[in-house]
């Protein structure tokens, strides 16, 4: 069974504005150069009037995960991650190297109060027989920890840039 969590952000900024920062170029290039970790890139970038589609490679160094992970993995973890935004909303997937590992989620922009609240509800999926429902709840904590610090990255630039 999968592990299911969710994750919420607050920005002070309307909802268009952090949406655009959210599928901007120079914003997740930025973000990736500094949280992404080894080997960060982004890797496919297309927006249109219809919405946007991402690609992002991110990286983290073996001797940072958890031993649950590092018992299974060969080196770093890599993390290919996709969106593809529709309006204020988007549909992605995460995989994870050497890991038979999937992240879905969905993640959606609403107004709240002056600001806008990013809402992104995900599942993770580890087959692995018997270990795999601990190695989810640990991937479930890392993506937690991940989104907090890409939603104070995206704070800062707003009021950097907005």
Same mark, same amino acid.
């Given at each position: 069974?999968? *592990?299911?969590?969710?994750?919420?952000?607050?920005?002070?900024?309307?909802?268009?504005?952090?949406?655009?920062?959210?599928?901007?170029?120079?914003?997740?290039?930025? /973000?990736?150069?500094?949280?992404?970790?080894?080997?960060?890139?982004?890797?496919?970038?297309?927006?249109?009037?219809?919405?946007?589609?991402?690609?992002?490679?991110?990286?983290?160094?073996?001797?940072?995960?958890?031993?649950?992970?590092? *018992?299974?993995? *060969?080196?770093?973890? !890599?993390?290919?991650?996709?969106?593809?935004?529709?309006?204020?909303?988007?549909?992605?997937?995460?995989? !994870?190297?050497?890991?038979?590992?999937? !992240?879905?989620?969905?993640? /959606?922009?609403?107004?709240?109060?002056?600001?806008?609240?990013?809402?992104?509800?995900?599942?993770?999926?580890?087959?692995?027989?018997?270990?795999?429902?601990? !190695?989810?709840?640990?991937?479930?904590?890392?993506?937690?920890?991940?989104?907090?610090?890409?939603?104070?990255?995206?704070?800062?630039?707003?009021?950097?840039?907005?």
């Amino acid at each position: 069974m999968p *592990s299911r969590f969710e994750h919420r952000a607050s920005f002070a900024a309307p909802v268009d504005t952090v949406y655009a920062t959210l599928v901007d170029k120079a914003f997740l290039t930025a /973000r990736l150069n500094d949280l992404g970790g080894k080997g960060a890139a982004l890797l496919d970038h297309r927006t249109s009037d219809n919405g946007a589609e991402l690609r992002l490679r991110q990286g983290v160094d073996a001797q940072r995960l958890p031993s649950a992970v590092r *018992s299974i993995l *060969s080196g770093d973890l !890599i993390v290919e991650r996709e969106e593809r935004w529709r309006g204020h909303e988007a549909d992605g997937r995460a995989t !994870i190297n050497g890991v038979p590992a999937e !992240i879905r989620f969905r993640d /959606r922009l609403a107004p709240k109060g002056d600001g806008t609240e990013l809402t992104v509800a995900a599942e993770v999926r580890v087959s692995i027989p018997l270990i795999g429902g601990k !190695i989810e709840k640990v991937v479930a904590e890392q993506v937690t920890r991940l989104l907090e610090a890409e939603a104070e990255y995206a704070e800062k630039w707003l009021a950097e840039h907005a």
